[in-house]
């Protein structure tokens, strides 16, 4: 029989069950055994649908992060968490969000987060220096492998390889954290011994750094690694995913691991050098179904390249998924109000399993043997090739009649700040928000009551009206200069414009975890877009009409709906952006006509779209660009285009943000205390800036003391004109009664700052 296998299961569960307990207890309003018992139901209820693999993994549900969940096991916790409380989970939440549950008492600085790999999914950085020493705990794992084997199945822990963890983690005082891996490999070894020991004669090495340019040292460390590694009891599955080997392929072939998984659909030809080479003892796990995406796979065609496979490696050959199944939603069977032709076009989690032993199956007993679950997949693939809601000519021919002039502002910035400067008249040092104020659940439960008919739009519209009209005389009191209408008809803000556009369909719970609790419900883009009518003029016009000071209109960008939805497969990446930009264009002219002067269009997730190798960073670098330049463009130089990008550290593509051309960015930088502007001393960008002053992902509040010390590190760097004063990115997470303190402090921060300057401004005159 072939093996089949996952590298991971989504953990939020099929309706969001972990967040909701997650929440509950960070509110003091359940206990921590409660929370507990739901992550046990948890992980039972996805080892029973995973129970036909020939392996489960274990040790892949996390309360919040796996990556934390690694720096636990091995010890590695920064002084500033370490014996806070008795209990090791309020440590760790401690760690991952700033403060323990109940929310009381001190916070501390939460470890910084960023995106792992090319996804939507973020880690919590590890953090080293050259002191750090490590530490087995192995508790979590062994407890939850006993679990697993208590619930049947066969078990394979999944771990984070230990090259791969240092390669995720951070040196704070610039020491090589390559250095680190001779303390961390004795602990990886009594860890893997330990797991033999329990019973798993297999384990997951997770190593996806394998498929990013690594210099010799980093190469010569997996050598190292795998070499004391091999003498351990359990055999060692070494996984790779997000991509091919390319250059480190000799190196995966040749370490002294029991087997290797490849990612098989991004990276589908190098399974047939592998083939060729690897050792004859060796397991080859072939991750064959897309772990990254919706659309059902095509059996047929997967299996005319997997049974030449099949029979020259045998048992040998195992089957999964391409990677971690954190990436997709849980259960298509949720799914009963969607259109029933896209559905059939459609596979999340179980049904990405239940394909695998179709695979499996076919391979074992012959293709006879699911002759109809291979029908009807032939089906569903030729339907949705042939189907008219995919394809709409007139969108091809606006495509085709794009000109490179559409990307271009008429003057250059310092005409348009001029321009722009004579009607804002906005201080030094500006305040504003990047969109969204908190979503209460009074909100939330509006919306809802919408969608389900017990509200008509009469009422919707006036209870939104209310929502916007409260959030305008808030930011007015606190004495912010550039407002919002603070999106409270938003849920999410990709999906709020999908809903709006043809060639978007949306799940009803179709969750993808993002960080932490944080889930989004990515739309699933799969025909040409098109843009019926207009999407956000009506709300900001009415929120302009409630103030004098600007009202900043609120628009997601291209390449950022692009990357947080599914997208389709049957065009490239580059041509559904094009089309996105065409209808956020028009949005950008729909609403400078309406006389909105300040327009945001956020680009949060532009970075996240980077390619994991430089090599092809500047293609997509290039249309991504572009696509923003002809959604922003099209204005008069006296409109003013903000963008906004979340947890991006673009010291890497300066060039490439500065080539978009806004008049503002915002971005995300408190986090990092502004380390991440040391790129502005090496790029001079040429237009003006707002480093993110407050942490939102926190629920601590800044001090005014210690917001004017982050603007002064930034004055440094970035001449004050040209600073702007804003949070790290939307408040939607937040409460009303942080917000307040925290965005009055802001206000007060920006005061000081513009104090200082004028105070200088004056010595310099006397002087
Ligand atoms: N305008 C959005 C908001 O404030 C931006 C969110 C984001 O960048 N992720 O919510
Ligand atoms: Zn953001």
């Not at 990357?563 to 990446?573: A, E, H, I, T």
């Not at 990008?645 to 806004?662: G, L, R, T, V």
Request: charged share 25%.
């Amino acid at each position: 029989m072939v093996t089949t296998h996952s590298l991971g299961f989504p953990r939020i569960g099929a309706r969001r069950e972990l967040k909701f307990a997650l929440e509950a207890y960070w509110r003091g309003e359940s206990s921590r055994e409660a929370l507990r018992a739901t992550g046990a139901a948890l992980r039972h209820s996805h080892w029973q649908k995973q129970a036909a693999l020939g392996r489960m993994p274990v040790g892949d549900f996390s309360f919040y992060d796996h990556v934390l969940d690694m720096s636990f096991t091995l010890g590695n916790l920064p002084a500033r968490v370490r014996d806070f409380s008795h209990d090791p989970l309020d440590n760790y939440f401690r760690l991952a969000r700033g403060r323990s549950a109940p929310e009381t008492g001190a916070g501390v600085a939460a470890g910084e987060m960023t995106k792992w790999f090319d996804t939507n999914y973020h880690y919590i950085v590890p953090e080293f220096d050259a002191d750090t020493r490590f530490g087995l705990d192995a508790s979590r794992l062994l407890s939850e492998l006993a679990e697993a084997q208590a619930a049947g199945g066969v078990p394979k822990p999944v771990l984070i390889g230990p090259v791969t963890y240092l390669w995720l983690g951070k040196a704070r005082d610039g020491s090589n954290r390559l250095d680190l891996l001779e303390r961390l490999l004795p602990v990886y070894a009594d860890l893997l011994d330990a797991l033999g020991e329990a019973g798993a004669d297999w384990v997951q090495i997770d190593e996806p750094a394998l498929v990013t340019e690594l210099d010799a040292a980093w190469q010569h460390a997996f050598r190292l690694a795998y070499h004391r590694l091999a003498a351990c009891r359990p055999r060692l599955l070494l996984a790779t995913y997000f991509g091919a080997l390319e250059e480190n392929l000799n190196l995966a072939l040749n370490l002294p691991v029991a087997g290797l998984h490849i990612d098989a659909v991004r990276a589908r030809a190098e399974a047939a050098i592998l083939v060729d080479q690897l050792a004859a003892h060796k397991v080859l796990s072939v991750g064959v179904i897309d772990g990254r995406n919706i659309w059902k796979t095509d059996l047929e065609a997967t299996l005319d390249w997997l049974e030449p496979l099949y029979a020259r490696l045998g048992e040998r050959l195992w089957l999964a998924p391409s990677c971690s199944l954190l990436h997709v939603p849980v259960d298509l069977d949720s799914e009963t109000a969607l259109d029933a032709e896209i559905r059939d076009w459609l596979a999340f989690a179980v049904q990405k399993l239940d394909e695998l032993q179709t695979l499996a199956r076919a391979l074992h007993e012959g293709r006879r043997a699911v002759a109809v679950p291979l029908a009807q997949n032939r089906s569903a693939i030729a339907a949705r090739r042939a189907s008219s809601k995919v394809h709409r000519p007139e969108v091809q021919a606006a495509v085709e009649a794009v000109e490179p002039s559409m990307g271009r502002r008429k003057s250059a910035y310092p005409e348009r700040a001029r321009k722009q400067a004579d009607w804002l008249k906005l201080p030094l040092f500006p305040t504003t928000t990047i969109g969204s104020f908190p979503q209460t659940e009074a909100i939330r439960k509006a919306r809802r009551d919408y969608r389900q008919g017990s509200l008509d739009e009469e009422q919707y519209r006036d209870f939104v009206r209310g929502e916007i009209a409260h959030c305008v005389r808030q930011q007015e009191e606190l004495g912010l200069d550039v407002l919002v209408h603070g999106e409270a008809e938003r849920n999410d803000m990709v999906e709020y414009f999908g809903e709006q556009l043809e060639g978007f369909a949306f799940t009803r719970q179709g969750w993808v975890q993002s960080y932490g609790s944080r889930c989004v419900k990515p739309p699933i883009l799969y025909g040409d877009i098109h843009r019926p009518r207009a999407m956000t003029v009506g709300w900001i016009t009415y929120a302009q009409s409630l103030t004098r000071q600007p009202m900043k209109g609120m628009l997601t960008g291209p390449v950022t709906m692009l990357n947080w939805s599914f997208v389709r497969d049957d065009q490239p990446r580059a041509a559904t952006c094009r089309q996105l930009a065409l209808a956020v264009r028009e949005e950008v002219l729909d609403l400078e006509r309406a006389g909105i002067r300040v327009i945001q269009i956020d680009e949060a997730a532009l970075r996240e779209g980077l390619p994991l190798r430089r090599s092809q960073w500047p293609e997509y670098l290039g249309w991504a660009v572009e696509a923003f330049r002809i959604a922003a463009n099209g204005v008069a130089d006296d409109t003013q285009i903000h963008t906004h990008m979340c947890y991006s550290e673009f010291n890497d593509i300066m060039p490439a943000i500065a080539a978009m051309d806004a008049d503002v960015i915002t971005i995300e930088t408190s986090r990092s205390n502004m380390e991440l502007l040391d790129v502005f001393e090496d790029f001079a960008y040429p237009n003006a800036i707002g480093p993110g002053v407050y942490d939102i992902h926190s629920p601590n509040i800044p001090t005014v003391e210690e917001m004017a010390a982050l603007l002064e590190k930034a004055a440094e760097r970035i001449p004050a004109e040209r600073l702007w004063v804003n949070p790290d990115c939307g408040l939607k997470t937040r409460r009303w009664k942080e917000v307040i303190p925290a965005l009055a402090n802001m206000v007060e921060s920006a005061r000081i700052m513009r104090a200082r300057s004028a105070a200088e401004q004056e010595r310099r005159m006397e002087g």
